[in-house]
């Protein structure tokens, strides 16, 4: 490490001894010293990678456009990397020794397939909305549905908006019956330990990977068949159910065991029962991360055709009736329109694809602005709010302390502030970060 | 159970005036004490309701099973082993199974592994070692949103984007190499430049292509946070020792996380095996064993199930639901497997740094 040097420009304190701050240099090189630099960045490294790129293309355009009989854009890509690589290699090893060529090979291909990554996201989103966009400029396609569009009329007549109102529909059933249940669980692994709840998150964890067409034909088989239900917006949330629910449980389990073992048992050791525990310490710490996973559930149950292929039927009108009746959700529309070889019917199922790809990114960003913190870190707000309210309990408790015994019991009155019996739930969760005394 | 002994201030009062007289009874005698407190009728309603819903969703995730079996029950007592190596799907003539289905399965899910593991470890290592911290985060939040893209959306992509580029690679790949019988393809012509592309269609190779991309993210993610725990004093004492990145990398971070990228190409896999309207838009669906991953025609256990379920009479529904029931214990076989590797490697494997 570099140790920097002393600054000149230290503020000193005029008269008694405090902490010193090293302040602004003033001068470039402080002290006859040049800081060195830390960036492993040379020139020649920037002049081989640009060198072999550039020697990389060419030689595969001149292989493809002259030489050999290929053709085709990944050929060329793959092809061009390759010899991207090789020629990297080479003019590395002028200067490198046998480790540092390979470290730069290694370096350049795990960067490249970082890129790869986003590439890939990149463009199978862009290609979705670009193909869209036909069909997402007409203002019809978000207010009509298709009962009076067949294959051949232009876009300007018909829209999605009965696979939009089915997709709400399905996916606030299935969250009506997963949220709850799916919580609940997760609490019950967390909370009452023992050879049960871990057979149970065995089997849970071993669903979250349950093809989603097998809980489509489960419920086909149990509800439709079985029971005699509609293939309806019901039984097709009944399946996105089944297959959302290991999601969010498993989700949800690692975030509750994420809580801090010291919360639950400072609760425990006020004498807190345990519901009181559960529904006032650990589930208040860890809300941001219980929001994400169930917000993440949400977007893989609302992406799933195959459970709704299955169950719910398809219809081209609006049906807001979930028990009766067949019902089409975005990805299912999607996926029935592409089907047609009608150009207008192939962009309007890239535009129902667009849709739902906004659905889920913006589920996506509200996950991210909502959770993302761990158990028990507060936004700023939060803080201050929490600072606030352990001010009130102090008072209170201090005027408590006051009428009761005066003088002895309002510093430990004011430590037990996480105590159930305080009126304020939402003070209660951390007691350690909220103490008065660290509020200011 | 470790609360229980914690809490015995709760109920208090009876244990310890029975244990005084006890004591006072017999002075010499020292019994343990009875470590149980009484949680209170709150708490009793709160462990129930608790342990109902646990039980619950347990019912739920076995009927799933125990109810395909129970369907499944008439096909496969009347098809017996035959079920397994008949390539063929015609219920109703009594003549069915899964033989081809399933190799198709197997086909397409291997093809994604191959293309999904060196892209998912290299995105990790990317992101674990060599991307800036401020891109980090972004980074990883761009991957779980990879994950979330519905199927739907890559199969769109895969089947009026990827297919008609990829076309030329495969024609390029069966012309050079079709003395691997694997990329060998029936009735291909590489003399002729006019033959039509069609003969390389909806194969194996370009349904695995899609498949890989999505399962990517997923063992992506994985990976990532194993080599995220390997641990910094080692990897201090790999640089102190005078590795380079890559060194360090090799002999620190891919040894630590071994267990992690096993675990999460086989979780990968069950995604992979179970895909099912991806792979139902690209591929064209056979019912014969097509070992020609490049050649037009596959099949797999889902896209069956979803070309035929509509159509199919009571015992052919029956008969979906043994395909059905075969997917779901092969994917819940791999995926045990999966968990139980990716768990032991992130417990027993950490060393004090």
């Known amino acids: 490490m570099t140790v920097a040097p002393e600054a000149p420009g230290a503020r000193q304190a005029p008269t008694r001894p405090r902490t010193t701050l090293p302040g602004p240099p003033l001068t470039a090189d402080p002290g006859g010293e040049r800081r060195r630099a830390l960036t492993s960045l040379r020139d020649t490294d920037v002049y081989a990678m640009v060198g072999a790129a550039a020697a990389a293309l060419s030689l595969t355009w001149l292989l493809f456009g002259w030489l050999l009989p290929f053709n085709g854009v990944v050929g060329f890509v793959v092809m061009a990397y390759g010899f991207f690589l090789l020629l990297y290699a080479l003019l590395v090893s002028f200067d490198e020794d046998g480790p540092a060529v390979v470290d730069r090979i290694a370096a350049a291909v795990v960067r490249s397939m970082g890129l790869l990554m986003v590439a890939i996201l990149a463009i199978v989103v862009v290609y979705a909305l670009v193909e869209g966009r036909k069909a997402l400029v007409h203002l019809n396609f978000f207010t009509q549905d298709m009962e009076l569009a067949g294959p051949l009329e232009p876009l300007s007549v018909g829209g999605a908006l009965h696979a939009a109102a089915g997709t709400l529909i399905m996916i606030v059933i299935a969250l009506v019956i997963t949220v709850p249940l799916g919580l609940i669980c997760a609490v019950f692994l967390n909370e009452v330990p023992g050879p049960f709840a871990r057979f149970v998150r065995t089997i849970v964890e071993a669903m979250t990977a349950l093809p989603s067409i097998v809980a489509g034909l489960f419920i086909y088989a149990t509800a439709i068949l079985g029971l005699g239900l509609d293939q309806s917006g019901f039984a097709a949330s009944l399946a996105l159910s089944v297959m959302m629910l290991p999601i969010i449980i498993r989700a949800a389990d690692v975030v509750i065991r994420l809580v801090p073992g010291t919360l639950r048992e400072a609760s425990y050791a006020m004498g807190t029962s345990r519901w009181r525990t559960a529904w006032h310490v650990v589930l208040p710490t860890c809300r941001s991360g219980l929001t994400t996973s169930v917000i993440l559930g949400t977007a893989r149950g609302i992406g799933e055709t195959s459970p709704v292929l299955l169950t719910a039927g398809f219809t081209s009108e609006l049906n807001l009736d979930p028990l009766h009746g067949p019902m089409v959700s975005l990805p299912l529309a999607t996926f029935e329109f592409v089907k047609s070889p009608e150009p207008t019917m192939i962009s309007r199922g890239f535009g129902t694809a667009s849709l739902l790809m906004a659905l889920v990114l913006l589920l996506f960003v509200a996950a991210r602005i909502l959770g993302g913190r761990g158990p028990g870190q507060l936004t700023r707000r939060q803080e201050h709010r929490r600072v606030l309210a352990s001010r009130r309990d102090a008072r209170r408790f201090a005027a408590r302390a006051g009428r009761v015994a005066p003088a002895t019991g309002a510093p430990a009155a004011a430590a037990t502030s996480a105590d159930p019996t305080g009126a304020k739930p939402s003070a209660s969760p951390t007691p350690f970060r909220s103490a008065p005394g660290s509020s200011s | 159970m470790l609360f229980k002994k914690r809490q015995p201030q709760l109920a208090a009062a009876e244990p310890v005036s029975g244990s005084q007289a006890a004591l006072s009874a017999d002075p010499a005698a020292d019994f343990p004490r009875r470590l149980y407190a009484d949680p209170g009728l709150p708490d009793r309603v709160f462990r129930a309701v608790l342990?109902?819903?646990?039980?619950?969703?347990?019912?739920?995730m076995l009927l799933v099973g125990g109810f395909l079996l129970y369907r499944a029950w008439l096909a496969l007592d009347r098809a017996g082993w035959s079920f397994l190596t008949t390539a063929e799907w015609a219920p109703d003539a009594n003549r069915f199974g899964i033989a081809a289905v399933l190799v198709g399965t197997i086909l397409i899910a291997s093809v994604a592994v191959c293309v999904a593991v060196p892209l998912a470890t290299g995105a990790a290592l990317y992101i674990s070692e060599y991307a800036p911290p401020r891109l980090r985060q972004s980074l990883i939040s761009v991957v779980d949103l990879m994950a979330a893209v519905?199927?739907?959306?890559?199969?769109?992509?895969?089947?009026?984007?990827?297919?008609?580029?990829?076309?030329?690679?495969?024609?390029?790949?069966?012309?050079?190499?079709?003395?691997?019988?694997?990329?060998?393809?029936?009735?291909?012509?590489?003399?002729?430049?006019?033959?039509?592309?069609?003969?390389?269609?909806?194969?194996?190779?370009?349904?695995?292509?899609v498949v890989g991309m999505m399962i990517a993210p997923i063992i992506c993610s994985i990976m990532r946070e194993v080599f995220s725990q390997a641990p910094a004093g080692e990897r201090e004492?790999?640089?102190?020792?005078?590795?380079?990145?890559w060194g360090m990398i090799r002999s620190v971070v891919l040894p630590f996380g071994k267990g992690g990228m096993i675990g999460g190409t086989m979780l990968g896999l069950g995604r992979a095996l179970g895909e099912t309207i991806a792979v139902f838009m690209i591929i064209s669906l056979t019912f014969d064993i097509q070992w020609h991953v490049l050649q037009s025609g596959t099949s797999s256990v889902s896209s069956l199930i979803a070309l035929r379920y509509g159509e199919a009479s009571e015992f052919g529904m029956s008969a979906l639901m043994a395909a059905g029931f075969a997917l779901f214990v092969m994917t819940l076989i791999v995926n045990f497997a999966a968990s139980s590797i990716v768990a032991r490697s992130r417990s027993g494997a950490a060393s004090d740094a």
Not at chain 2, 51 to 60: E, F, Q
């Open chain 2, 150 to 209: 519905p199927s739907v959306v890559y199969g769109l992509w895969g089947v009026f984007f990827l297919q008609d580029k990829v076309l030329p690679t495969a024609r390029w790949i069966s012309t050079y190499f079709s003395w691997i019988p694997v990329f060998d393809v029936a009735g291909a012509d590489p003399n002729d430049p006019l033959a039509s592309a069609s003969i390389y269609t909806s194969s194996t190779f370009i349904a695995g292509l």
């Open chain 2, 237 to 245: 004492g790999a640089y102190a020792l005078g590795a380079t990145r």
């Open chain 2, 51 to 60: 342990r109902s819903g646990g039980g619950l969703v347990l019912a739920v």
